[in-house]
């Protein structure tokens, strides 16, 4: 899966963030640093949305390929 991702150039390095999940968010020295950590943040954001969601009744709607 591929998430569009957000990086800023700061006097520590690079944030990164993902503008499509809220509050997730890392950072890194470097901009490869950087974007490696987002990937670990992505993945603990997921699996914390699926633990929060494990008692509530959802469905999947398929949106397509967007550009």
């Known amino acids: 899966m591929k998430y569009k991702v957000n990086y800023k150039k700061t006097e520590e390095g690079y944030a ?3 503008p499509g999940l ?3 968010w890392s950072q890194g020295r470097t901009e490869e640093e950087a974007l490696e950590n987002i990937k ?3 993945q ?3 699996d914390t949305i699926d633990d929060l969601s494990k008692e509530q009744e959802f469905r999947y709607v398929d949106v397509g390929n967007h550009v």
Request: net charge negative; proline share 8%; charged share 10%.
């Open 16 to 18: 990164v963030w993902v």
């Open 40 to 42: 670990d943040a992505i």
């Open 22 to 24: 809220p509050g997730c």
């Open 44 to 46: 603990a954001y997921l």
